[in-house]
């Protein structure tokens, strides 16, 4: 077989992670395909199409060498025989399962593809999240025509986190690949292994029936999100207790049967898979008849919503009942730092909530605003986009801490208190800043799942 890679889709899994194939494995010829010619234009560019600690660098190494960005879908079907697929799988938003199910029409439409232009046997390798059983789709779709061409069908999903991408897929927790038990599925799965073990510890590279592959994707987001929102109930409790939820997680992380990771409160989680992934877990559970197991999952989800509707009202309740008129700076609009993704970001709802009670929206974010622009740009409100956080909170009532960037951390409060109105608000969606200290100048702060510091009785 020839040394060459094709990957379906130049998306924010698709890029970086061929990116680093390529980088670690010189002797393969690495493309990544995509419909979108302003996508690939930008992967070919020195502007790329997403924000990305190391990308840039990455790329810059192996573009041009043996990574390749095109748009000739059909032709690199022909030239490759292992394709990586890694096409968007985003929630279904018509007919059956609307809002729950996942969407799989990309997905299809590119097993057709591989189909009609293949004229060799193929490894056909999920790496979009998919629900579980999909691969049995795909392969009957691909083993539809009596041609003489084989195709097996692996999946490998990718667990990578948006501004941790690279250095994730440089040292993964594990990588997986699922494969059909039989000595074809086998003989495909060693030639994806072969890839991974050239830089990846052969204990780290799991192998499971192809059904486990698939389920267990869903499963590790469900458990990453199920851990936030349980915190961010505890958040609720603290409020009403004295307790301080920062102080809680860490008593709780130290067993190291909970673990300290994934247990920081906050306006809730956002980020293109975790409601999405869930919602289809929760649809499959219901298509088998688990109802229980649905609902349960389910709840997952509605407390994200619960979170940030409390949020909007600690802002309302502590800002006098009103933010009518109101200016409020949110910083930060990313779903979390060092990435300058938007999707299922908790700053979307936020923004239009505040939008909702009459208040003008000031934006800033670092690497985010041309999404933001987008995100907003059918909500009926009075938003401004400033990237400068001192001038961004400018006559502004209030600020907001939407998203964890480090440089949030260190501005210069008391400058920023001096150009508010008064009186001031911070309310911390993050608890990343030094909340007695902001109270100290001046500010009346509330943080997630600790006591208020305010300025006046109450
Ligand atoms: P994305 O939307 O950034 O990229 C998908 C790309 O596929 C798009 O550029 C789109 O134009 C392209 N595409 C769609 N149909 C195509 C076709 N027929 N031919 C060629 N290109 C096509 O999505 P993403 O964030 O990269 O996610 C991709 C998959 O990986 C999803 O299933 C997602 O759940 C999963 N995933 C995402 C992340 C993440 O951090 N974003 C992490 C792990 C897994
Ligand atoms: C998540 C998973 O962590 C990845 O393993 C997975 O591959 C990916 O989803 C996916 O399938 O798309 P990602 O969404 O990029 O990655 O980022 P996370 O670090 O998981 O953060 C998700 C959201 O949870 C962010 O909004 C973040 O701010 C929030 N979060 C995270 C919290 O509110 N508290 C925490 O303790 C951790």
Known sequence: MNKTILCIGAGYVGGPTMAMIASKCPDYR??????NPQRIAAWNSDDLPIYEPGLDDLVRETRGKNLFFSTDVEGAIRDNDIIFVSVNTPTKTFGAGAGMAADLQYWEKTARQILENADSSKIVIEKSTLPVKT????????NSQANGISFDVLSNPEF?????AIRDLENPDRVLIGSRETDRGRQARNAILEIYARWIPR???????????????????AFLAQRISSINTISALCEKTEADVAEVARAVGMDSRIGAKFLNASVGFGGSCFKK??????YLCRFYGLEEVADYWERVV???????????????TAMFNTLAGKRICLLGFAFKA????TRESPAIFIARRLAEEHAEVVISDPKALGNARLDLAKIDGAFHYIEDPYEAAKGCHALAIMTEWDIYRSLDYEKIYEKMDKPAFIFDGR????????????????????PPLTQFEV
């Open 431 to 450: 608890n990343i800043l030094d909340h007695k200290r902001c109270f100290q100048i001046g500010f009346n702060v509330y943080p997630i799942g600790k």
């Open 135 to 142: 691969a049995l789709a795909m392969e009957r779709i691909l």
């Open 203 to 221: 204990e780290r590279i799991l192998t499971t029936n192809i059904w486990s592959s698939e389920l267990s994707k869903l499963v590790a987001n």
């Open 277 to 282: 992934d869930i919602l289809n877990l929760v």
């Open 30 to 35: 690495v493309t990544v395909v995509d419909v």
């Open 338 to 341: 060092n990435t300058g993704d």
């Open 302 to 316: 509605g407390i994200n919503i619960y979170q940030q509707e409390r949020f909007i009202m600690s802002m309302l």
């Open 160 to 164: 990578l986190a948006e501004g941790s």
